[in-house]
């Protein structure tokens, strides 16, 4: 049976291969030559930027498993993973062209918990470069070693960065899952603009160890899948504790099992406060469709006078120093790269190459002085206090007030806001607009380790409502004919 691949389920897919209806190879296989004809050929989305050359004989080692009785976590299951996660005997990226031969030493523990529960690694996604750390105006999903990502839903428009590669290739068929990673906005953004399902955690709540960092106080990896469901089963498979990540030592979360927070009934009573912020025209229509389909689902929506916005910080680019150097420092002997200079001065040398839009945030962040008593220092931490005392004071204090279950956001609006306190937050498709039939999303956010709540909320929302449409249908011309 070849199931279709823009739209089956991780629970489909498993009930097939359980009953050997399906293998894992068949499945891997069509999944690869699905890439191959969309994204090497055809409209060339550029979504995936590396095969993993072990992926059918992963498969072949998933069936043994399958016909030895085993079942249950993602046996099986093809995962595409965005390259800046270390898999072992593949170089981890970012999209850049200074780290084309940069190879870890092994698997990030993320992807060791995937090879654990079953799940195929198909390869890595491409993504905006640096995760968007190397220079501002920057397209979202360009790289200079992947080159540019395009929405499956309109070639015209952004896919959204970083995890732009990630968000493509599921919403493409590709893979049914792929992880991504968020410093701010970078699963929703991506998870909004092409019509699929993205879970931000809340930082610590999966290892980031193996992970090419921005900035260790908001940096979290996280599920993009086409529903909540499956973006739930592969978030119970990457939670965990790591010693090398004390953001994790406090998780409470660790063995809890999301797919068992998939209750229709989850709104029933729920109290949600929706933050429109600027809701464009064209989204106005979407907007207020998603708030009286919670109220028909027995949510109380009320509008909360909220103010996403936060204030300009040093963070992120004190933090990109201190943790990309911390990370290439300890990459294995013949690393192309072992600091943040290092890659500075590889592009300033391959300019052509490697810098069509330059690279003005990693030159500020190499300009920072990291000695301890330094301005620059003490700036950092005073912005460091202030946004994590704001951004959770401004969440907390509606939440409390309102007897809130959780916070609703336009697209991901609100992804800085909680990025900066550290709150997770779920974005799920809610239409498409009338001009161009470009995706619209909406973003529940709640406090730290709330994803019980919200994947509850999300599943509620989505199988209430079922709008999600795979591009095929709402953009027929990007596939091409015979292409299943």
Not at 251 to 265: I, R, S
Not at 291 to 306: F, N, Y
Request: with cysteine; charged share 20%.
């Amino acid at each position: 049976m070849n199931p279709a691949l823009e739209t089956v389920t991780v629970e489909q897919l498993a009930k097939l291969l359980a009953a050997g209806s399906l293998s894992a190879v068949s499945l891997a296989r069509a999944c690869l030559d699905r890439i191959a004809a969309l994204d090497d050929r055809g409209p060339g989305l550029h979504a995936v930027r590396l095969i993993n050359p072990h992926a059918l004989a992963d498969a072949a080692d998933a069936d043994r498993r399958l016909r030895a009785g085993e079942r249950g976590g993602l046996l099986g299951i093809p995962v595409l993973v965005k390259d800046n996660v270390d898999v072992e005997g593949l170089p981890t990226t970012a999209g850049s062209v200074a780290l084309a031969s940069s190879r870890p030493a092994g698997d990030a523990p993320l992807v060791t918990a995937l090879r654990r529960a079953g799940a195929v690694v198909l390869g890595k996604t491409n993504l905006t470069e640096l995760a968007n750390f190397l220079t501002g105006g920057m397209p979202g999903g360009y790289s200079s070693l992947g080159g540019q990502v395009l929405n499956p839903y309109d070639t015209s428009q952004p896919p959204s960065g970083s995890s732009s590669g990630s968000a493509v290739a599921v919403a493409a068929g590709y893979a049914p899952l792929a992880v991504g990673s968020e410093t701010s906005g970078s699963i929703l953004g991506p998870a909004c603009a092409n019509s699929v399902v993205g879970i931000k955690p809340t930082v610590g709540l999966v290892p980031r160890t193996g992970l090419v960092p921005i900035a260790a106080s908001q940096d979290t990896a996280g599920p993009i899948a086409r529903t909540v469901a499956d973006a739930a089963a592969l978030l119970t498979v990457l939670v965990g504790r790591d010693h090398r990540d004390p953001a994790t030592a406090g998780n409470p979360l660790t063995g809890h099992d999301f797919t068992g927070d998939l209750e229709a009934t989850a709104l029933r009573g729920a109290r949600i406060g929706a933050v429109p912020a600027q809701v464009p025209d064209d989204d106005r229509a979407l907007w207020d469709a998603a708030l009286a389909a919670l109220e028909a689902c027995g949510a109380m929506v009320s509008e909360i006078p909220l103010d996403p916005e936060c204030a300009a910080s040093s963070v992120l680019t004190y933090e990109f120093k201190r943790d990309l150097d911390a990370y290439l420092a300890a990459l294995p002997g013949g690393a192309p790269c072992r600091s943040l200079a290092d890659v500075i001065a590889y592009n300033e040398a391959h300019a052509a190459l490697a810098l069509k839009f330059g690279q003005t945030r990693a030159s500020a962040a190499q300009a920072m002085d990291l000695d301890p008593g330094s301005a620059d220092t003490r700036q950092y931490l005073a912005d460091r206090a202030r946004d994590l005392a704001d951004s959770r004071d401004r969440v907390d204090r509606v939440l409390r007030e309102g007897d809130l279950t959780a916070l609703l956001f336009p697209g991901h609006s609100g992804a800085d806001l909680g990025a900066r306190a550290g709150y997770p937050s779920i974005c799920v498709p809610a239409g498409y607009r009338a001009t161009g039939r470009r995706p619209f999303g909406i973003t529940f956010l709640g406090p730290a380790w709330s994803e019980p709540v919200l994947v509850g909320c999300a599943y509620a929302y989505e199988r209430a409502t079922r709008l999600r449409r795979p591009p095929s249908e709402v953009n027929p011309a990007m596939v091409p004919a015979g292409i299943g």
